[in-house]
């Protein structure tokens, strides 16, 4: 039975307004070929800085400009409408989830809750405590 509610909670998330904006953003994101060569090449920098970290002779000054190099892209990315949109439905998105599980988590005695009735969880019966 508990399973079975999971599921049917996965399927409310999925259909929620929420999750999906967050895919329609990442559909756009991802149909955009630079905007996801800028992301390919992000992720490329944070590898070699990386890499160039765990070397033992690594080179301070090698590693501080590529790490201004990954900020200067990180500026650029954050910046484009697209990648900003999906940082923001995702945000969103996370916010929901976070609710979730604290509405879960008040509802089994792990963290108190304030209902939409303005009560502390305990002093109801809607968490069948």
């Known amino acids: 039975m508990v399973i079975q509610k999971a599921r049917e909670l996965g399927l409310e998330l999925s259909e929620s307004a ?10 756009a994101m991802e149909s955009d070929a630079a ?8 992720s ?3 590898h070699s800085i ?7 002779n690594a080179n301070a000054e090698a590693i501080r400009a590529r790490s201004d190099d ?16 999906m940082l923001s439905t995702q945000n969103v998105f996370q916010q929901l989830m976070g609710e979730v599980n604290s509405t879960i988590g008040a509802c089994i ?8 009735c ?3 969880c305990g002093s ?4 069948k405590h």
Request: hydrophobic share 35%; proline share 3%.
């Open 109 to 116: 005695g792990m963290e108190p809750q304030e209902h939409s």
């Open 50 to 56: 990386m890499d160039m970290m765990s070397d033992e």
């Open 44 to 46: 490329s920098i944070q």
């Open 18 to 27: 929420e999750f999906q904006d967050m895919l329609r953003a990442r559909t």
């Open 70 to 85: 990954l900020e200067r892209m990180q500026d650029e990315l954050v910046s484009h409408p697209l990648f900003a949109s």
């Open 35 to 42: 905007l996801m060569a800028m992301v390919n090449e992000f």
């Open 124 to 127: 109801c019966d809607s968490c």
């Open 118 to 120: 303005g009560h502390e």
